[in-house]
Each structure stands twice: as C-alpha cells, then as structure tokens.
C-alpha cells in the first residue's frame, strides 16, 4: 500500500541533511509553506541552499530561516521586496550568498532538472551581464546561452489538497511554482491544507500526480504571511505547532 | 529645459494612449508599477487578455475591500481578481508563454532605452544595490512586441533616451515603441521615428530633451493628452 501521508511537521522535515539544496515553492506571500519552514529551522540543517523566486517576506516563513543563520547561499529571481529587510542586510553584511537567475530561466532549470534534460539554450540574458561566461549557440540567425538544469536534494511545497498517493491540487495563483518544484527534488515535501480520500480528487483535477511526491503532511490552516508581516510576526526556533 | 510644459501627459495619460495601441485580442503582459496602470484604460469594444508571470491569464479589476485573496494576486504582489474564462498555470507554463512568443505584447517600464531599441531597466549597476531581475529579461525577448512606458526625463531632467545605454541591458535591440509624457516614438531600422509629440513642444524642444537623434519631424502628429486625468 502507497501511504505517503506523515503526521507530523517535524517528521515530514526529518530527512534534511546539512548542506542540502532546498526548492521552497511561493511567489511574494502567495504559496509559501510557512509552515514546513518554520519547522526546518526547528530541526536546524545547516549550510543549505535555498531556491525561490523571492527572498522572503517579514521576519517569518523563508525571511526567518535567512535570519536563523541556517542559509549559505539563496538562489532567486527577485530578492528585493517592501519586506524584503532580513535578506538586504544579510546580503549587504556578505552572510549569505547570491545568486540571481531570471525568472524564466530559474522555471525552466526546474522544470529542465525534473524532466531529465541535461540543459537548455535560451536567449533570455543575451548582450547582458548576466550571460557573461555562459557558453553561446546560434539558432535561426540568434544568440542563446546555455543554461544548466538546477536539481535539488528537497523541495517543500504547499498544496491545498492531496491525498495518499501525493496527487495535489493547489489553491488559486499559489500553485506558481510548485509543481515544476516538486519534479526536480530527490525527496519533495508537500503541506496540503486537506488530505482527503484517494478519488476525492477527479483525475483530471489533478495537477501534480503523486509520482512527482513522496511526503504529504496536512497544515489545516496554514499561516497567512500578508497577516503575520502585518502583525509584525518574528519566528524563532521552537515555535512550530 | 526647466519651462513649464502645459501639455505633458500625467502618467494616467500615457497609460491610456499606450491601450489604444493594444490591439482586440492582444495577450498582454504589464510589468509592475507604472504600466499596470495601462489596465485600466482599455478602449470599448476590445477584449485584452491581460498575463501575470506568476501564473495568471484573464486578470480582472483590482479587487472590492472585501474580495481580497493573497493567493490570487499579480507579478507586483497585488491582489486581482479573475474575468471569466481565466485560467492558473505553473511558472512552467507561464514562462513558456512569454519565452515561446505566445505573448503579443508586453509593457515595461525604463531606465534607459538606446537608439537601436536596448533597454535597460533591472539595475543602475550600483556596488550597494541588491540585484535583482524577475521576468524582465524573459519578457523583453520573448514578447512579439515591447511597448516601453516611461517619463521621457529623469527627476533631474537627464534623458532616458540615449545613443547608449550606460545601465546594465535587459535585452538588446528588443523595444518597439516607446511612450512617454511627451512623445510616442517607434524604433525602426531607420532609428527612433518619432509618431508623435506635445504641440506645444517644436521638434527642436524634443530633441534637446533626448540624449539619442530623433527622425520624423516632417511626419510628427500631435499627442494629444487623452480626457482621463
């Protein structure tokens, strides 16, 4: 029998070693799984490396593993933010790395790492800095640089609802990154607002099939960033339900 | 350089001359701040498909106080809401609509933009700034056409309009036409043709308020400032 549902938070987090390359799926406060990330500073792996779109928001979810100390490098699209104040002094301070990838080339590294291609050439980044040193190909009379799958060894993703079998639906324009995310991780985790019965979910409501999960843990009422930056929320260690 | 200029548009103005350029049925992308105004100024009578890069086709009107959801919300982190016949989709799929140029148009806003149409809007290269990129550069190449929305002068009466770029590029030779509070100028083959300009500005007035050679003096209309504010 196929159970990949957990009971716990911290069990669903058990398996990160230090130094792991961690997805954290989100876009601004939409997405993220607050939760599971409040959870990984509980358990206290050290010398990760994040990937999101973001940096974090506030003093919680992502901003409050940034500020545990517990981040080597942060991998991203858009670092600043209006609540982006943990991650700009971390970085203006050099305690964290950075590396910044456009948005369509972080998606599609993803989505390359998960779908076993071994790299992809775009043209997105060409006659900028950021293509400097990439190795270049001309196609149809354009440029394009080649871009290296990312794959990780962890992502933790938010879902709303799952089942048994890790097939997940997600909640309005929170779904962004997550499914790609959960094809590129050895092991993806995934807090859902609802494990409900397999066949709850039609199979053509499904939008990341279970092969893609391998632990489900449910967060019924997941926390809402926008509410917790607004009330000035600071996380620190061993404050995870 | 420091008159009064009766005639200039509000940023509201360039926004509404900009829409009427989009033509009925464009899919559209509007990057954050300045041209999500753009949104709002739709001539009757043309469905827009409005695309968020986070995964949003069929973006509405800014939501009432009481339908507020942070999980439906734009590339600029603000709350939408959806029309009818919206759709979600992974960051997958979204950038493959901007990157395999399903996107007809797609509106930026500047820091610079050269003669020969490179655009640079990400970073001033500053040693203290945070980099950051987002969908930028996906968009300035993958898009069929680049609208650029911007004040045609800095604060401090600079041009953003230059013979070259000196911030860091987004994409090179990716702009198509670029609408400011004073003019509507197209990048062509031939180099930046102006459309057209405030009246109460000459040719010479413009140029002087561009850093780049401006054509079309003979050909100029009027940009008249549209009745929105």
Redesign the interface.
């Known amino acids: 029998m196929i159970d990949k549902t957990v009971s716990t938070l911290q069990d669903a987090v058990s398996v990160i070693r230090d130094g792991a390359v961690i997805l954290i799926s989100g876009f601004g406060e939409s997405g993220n799984p607050t939760e599971l990330a409040h959870t990984l500073i509980d358990h206290g792996a050290r010398d990760l490396t994040l990937v999101n779109n973001n940096a974090g928001n506030g003093r919680v979810g992502l901003a409050a593993l940034l500020e545990s100390g517990q981040v080597r490098k942060m991998i991203c699209s858009f670092p600043r933010s209006s609540h982006s104040e943990v991650f700009d002094t971390m970085y203006r301070e050099r305690r964290i790395e950075l590396e910044v990838v456009p948005q369509g080339t972080l998606a599609e590294r993803i989505r390359a790492a998960g779908a076993g291609i071994g790299g992809f050439y775009t043209r997105t980044t060409i006659g900028t800095p950021l293509a400097e040193g990439k190795e270049r190909r001309t196609y149809n009379g354009d440029e394009y640089v080649l871009e290296d799958p990312l794959h990780a060894d962890i992502a933790l993703v938010k879902a709303d609802l799952a089942d048994r079998w890790g097939n997940l639906t997600f909640r309005l324009a929170a779904r962004n990154f997550g499914p790609i995310m959960c094809t590129a991780a050895e092991t993806t985790i995934v807090q859902a607002r609802r494990i409900v019965p397999l066949g709850d979910i039609p199979p053509e409501h499904v939008v990341t099939p279970g092969i893609f999960v391998d632990r489900v843990v449910e967060v019924p009422n997941p926390a809402s960033e926008r509410e917790m930056i607004e009330n000035d929320v600071r996380y620190t260690a061993g404050g995870a339900p | 350089m420091t008159e009064m200029l009766t005639d200039r548009l509000t940023r509201r103005q360039v926004a509404s001359r900009l829409a009427q350029d989009i033509g009925d049925g464009n899919y559209v992308n509007l990057g954050i701040g300045m041209p999500e105004l753009v949104a709002n100024y739709i001539p009757d009578g043309r469905e827009i498909v409005f695309h968020?890069?986070?995964?949003?086709l069929g973006m509405g009107p800014e939501p009432g106080e009481n339908e507020v959801?942070?999980?439906?919300?734009n590339a600029g982190?603000k709350p939408v809401t959806m029309l009818p016949g919206g759709a979600?989709?992974?960051?997958?799929d979204?950038?493959a609509m901007?990157?395999g140029g399903h996107i007809d148009i797609c509106v930026l806003g500047a820091f610079q933009i050269s003669a020969a149409g490179?655009l640079a809007n990400w970073s001033t290269g500053g040693p203290?700034s945070?980099?950051?990129?987002?969908?930028?550069?996906?968009l300035a190449?993958?898009a069929r056409r680049v609208f650029v929305m911007t004040d045609h002068n800095t604060k401090k009466g600079d041009a953003k309009i230059v013979e070259e770029c000196g911030f860091?590029?987004?994409?090179?030779?990716v702009v198509d036409t670029i609408y400011t509070d004073i003019a509507v100028i197209d990048v062509t083959a031939a180099g930046l043709v102006v459309r057209e300009k405030v009246p109460c500005l000459s040719f010479d007035d413009l140029q002087s308020r561009t850093g780049a050679k401006l054509h079309g003096a003979e050909t100029c209309g009027d940009l008249v400032a549209p009745d929105v504010g």
């Open positions: 968020s890069e986070n995964g949003v959801d942070y999980d439906l919300i982190k979600f989709f992974h960051h997958g979204s950038f901007i990157r490179d203290d945070v980099p950051a990129v987002g969908g930028a550069m996906d190449v993958g860091p590029l987004t994409g090179p030779g």
